[in-house]
Antibody, heavy 124, light 110 residues
Framework: EVQLVQSGAEGKKPGESLKISCKVF????????IGWVRQLPGKELEWMGI????????RYSPSFQGHVTLSADKSISTTYLQWSALKASDTATYFC?????????????????WGQGTLVTVSS | QPVLIQPPSASGTPGQRITISCSGG????????VNWYQQLPGTAPKLLIH???QRPSGVPARFSGSKSGTSASLAISGLQSGDESEYYC???????????FGVGTKVTVL
């Protein structure tokens, strides 16, 4: 069974750096894109970007481009979401999810397996 | 960030059938398939419907999806107390080159 396991909750101060992780079990890690999704407290899901672990090809949502960095380590089936300087407005839960591409008569893309989420709290 | 439009809330009594609408545009729902996610409080979203109307293994047949043009809908029949949750529609957006989500609909079982 495919499982995405994320690193634990983090408490940071504004301006600090942070790297959270998402490890994939039970699947060929390099066959699928992994997406990251933000959920502000009490708010909807927001798409941040995706990474293809085989070659680290990365696509960012314009809303997050330049503020976060996605990376991957194939050797340990893990992707990362990183900030160099956190802001209080980054306080949120962050989810990773596998992007499945189904090609039949039409091509369907959907997030089929999700990590449990990592709560990031940024406060002075 | 652009979003798909959903009603903020929907409700029904046990056993009733309810529907949730999702409105988008030509770069997302109009061109690509629609997916639905269920998110219980404090948990990760769970894939409920993919490819407009396909249920993953383990999802009850009470949940069904449909799509027409730039809109989609999720129907829940035989409503149960365990269906109280937030429901999100989503689709790939060709302009964003990523997934666009709905604003979410909170379902309450009266």
């Amino acid at each position: 069974e495919v499982q995405l396991v994320q690193s634990g909750a983090e408490g940071k101060k504004p301006g600090e750096s942070l790297k959270i992780s998402c490890k994939v079990f039970g699947d060929t890690f390099t066959d699928y894109w992994i997406g990251w999704v933000r959920q502000l407290p009490g708010k909807e899901l927001e798409w941040m970007g995706i990474i293809y672990p085989e070659d680290s090809d990365t696509r960012y949502s314009p809303s997050f481009q330049g503020h976060v960095t996605l990376s991957a380590d194939k050797s340990i089936s893990t992707t990362y979401l990183q900030w160099s300087a956190l802001k209080a407005s980054d306080t949120a839960t962050y989810f990773c999810a596998r992007l499945f591409v189904q090609k039949t008569s039409v091509t369907s893309l959907f997030l089929d397996y999700w990590g449990q989420g990592t709560l990031v709290t940024v406060s002075s | 960030q652009p979003v798909l439009i959903q009603p903020p809330s929907a409700s029904g009594t046990p056993g009733q059938r309810i529907t949730i609408s999702c409105s988008g545009g030509t770069s997302n729902i109009g061109k690509n398939t629609v997916n639905w996610y269920q998110q219980l409080p404090g948990t990760a979203p769970k894939l409920l419907i993919h490819s407009n109307n396909q249920r993953p293994s383990g999802v009850p047949a009470r949940f069904s999806g449909s799509k027409s043009g730039t809109s989609a809908s999720l129907a829940i029949s035989g409503l149960q107390s365990g269906d109280e949750s937030e429901y999100y529609c989503a689709a790939w957006d060709d302009s964003l080159n990523g997934v666009i989500f709905g604003v979410g609909t909170k379902v309450t079982v009266l």
